[in-house]
T-cell receptor, first 112, second 113 residues
Framework: EAQVTQNPRYLITVTGKKLTVTCSQN?????MSWYRQDPGLGLRQIYY???????DKGDVPEGYKVSRKEKRNFPLILESPSPNQTSLYFC???????????FGSGTRLTVV | KQEVTQIPAALSVPEGENLVLNCSFT??????LQWFRQDPGKGLTSLLL?????REQTSGRLNASLDKSSGRSTLYIAASQPGDSATYLC????????????FGAGTRLAVHP
């Protein structure tokens, strides 16, 4: 089944403890993105990647890092999480060209 | 700056009604528009994708139209069912930055038996 897989689905952590949310797609898509969803603010892009080793900032990149060493994987790294990063996170991917996005099931992160 | 607005914010209807959800965007320079469905606490499921050169797309009981010049899209749901209850989001893929989707705030739909 073609899909975007995120792990973990739920995570509670403490301020300052480094964490990684993984994202993997099995569709050989070139483009991958991370979004966060917050009440009243909607979905906002954090980072995106156009292909292996090519990444760029979205609208809200502060406090996050990404890497794209393999085409299928696009992990989101929080080096020193803070409570304002408590959110619902989505990974998405699409083929190069004018194609639609496929989203993962989301990761609900709580930072206390 | 592109802004996407969805009206209404919430809708509650009896089963069987035909529905229209509205989406408007401020900048007509888009590559495409995508409608998603989001169930509570779940991910986004893509429903329909309309390219900027297209006028409409259909999938089962769903039909989405696009009028790029006026900055509007509508999602039509025929013969609504309780299983259609969810939040519906529209998003535009913008020119000059088409690696990004700009989302509306969504329409929360409840279909009751």
């Amino acid at each position: 089944e073609a899909q975007v897989t995120q792990n973990p689905r739920y995570l509670i952590t403490v301020t300052g403890k480094k964490l990684t949310v993984t994202c993997s797609q099995n569709m050989n898509h070139e483009y991958m993105s991370w979004y966060r969803q917050d009440p009243g603010l909607g979905l906002r892009q954090i980072y995106y990647s156009m292909n292996v080793e090519v990444t760029d900032k979205g609208d809200v990149p502060e406090g996050y890092k990404v890497s794209r060493k393999e085409k299928r994987n696009f992990p989101l790294i929080l080096e020193s999480p803070s409570p304002n990063q408590t959110s619902l996170y989505f990974c998405a991917s699409r083929r190069e060209g004018f194609y639609g996005y496929t989203f993962g099931s989301g990761t609900r992160l709580t930072v206390v | 700056k592109q802004e996407v607005t969805q009206i209404p914010a919430a809708l509650s209807v009896p089963e069987g009604e035909n529905l229209v959800l509205n989406c408007s965007f401020t900048d007509s320079a888009i590559y495409n528009l995508q409608w998603f469905r989001q169930d509570p606490g779940k991910g986004l499921t893509s429903l329909l994708l309309i390219q900027s050169s297209q006028r409409e797309q259909t999938s089962g009981r769903l039909n989405a139209s696009l009028d790029k010049s006026s900055g509007r899209s509508t999602l039509y749901i025929a013969a609504s069912q309780p299983g259609d209850s969810a939040t519906y989001l529209c998003a535009v893929s913008i020119s000059g930055g088409y690696n990004k989707l700009i989302f509306g705030a969504g329409t929360r739909l409840a279909v009751h038996p």
